[in-house]
Every structure is written in C-alpha cells, then in structure tokens.
C-alpha cells in the first residue's frame, strides 16, 4: 500500500530520507537566525560596536580638552619653576589665591 507523496515507503516503512532533509533544512534556518541575530544585536554584534565607535569619539574629545589644561597648567607650573621664576606670575597667584594688595590699591567688591 504505497501512497505516493508520504513519507511510508513502499512495505509501510518511513522513509527517514523525506524526513531528515526537511528537519535538517529547519535546524540549519533556525541556527543562522540565532547566530544572524546574535551578530547584529549581541554583547559583540554591530550594535555594540557602534556604542564602541560613539564612546571612543566621546572620549577622544574629553581627552582633547584635558590634554590642553594640562598644557596650560605644565606652563604654568614651569613659570613659577624656582630657577625660571616668573614673578609677575608669582605675584598674581599670590593676590588671587591670598587676596593681598599693596597699600596704593583700591579694592572694590
């Protein structure tokens, strides 16, 4: 009793051949939709590299600007350097961190 287009062969036994190819068919789709999602969306897909990409221009930003007040203050740390003292600098710190004034000045607040 054959019935074509089953999977009984033709002594009423299953051919696994019909069934294998199918279910092997699935598994793989469904293997790659796991491994496609896990490479646009994962903890190491291409959303997490764009995240990577954003930070890093943040960062390098950030590191830009720190850069520069450390040159600034490297200058001036170097100007009040004992043996390349500049004493204009020395005074202004002196009468902005100590608040002194000579007796000819006016202080207005």
Known sequence: MAVSGTALGSMGRWDWGQLVAPALTIVLIAVLAVFGHSALQGEHGLAALRQAEALERELTTELAGVAGERRALKNLV????????????LDERARAMLGYVRREELVIR
Do not use: A, I, S
């Open 78 to 89: 170097g100007r009040l350097d004992k043996d390349n003292l500049d004493l204009d600098l």
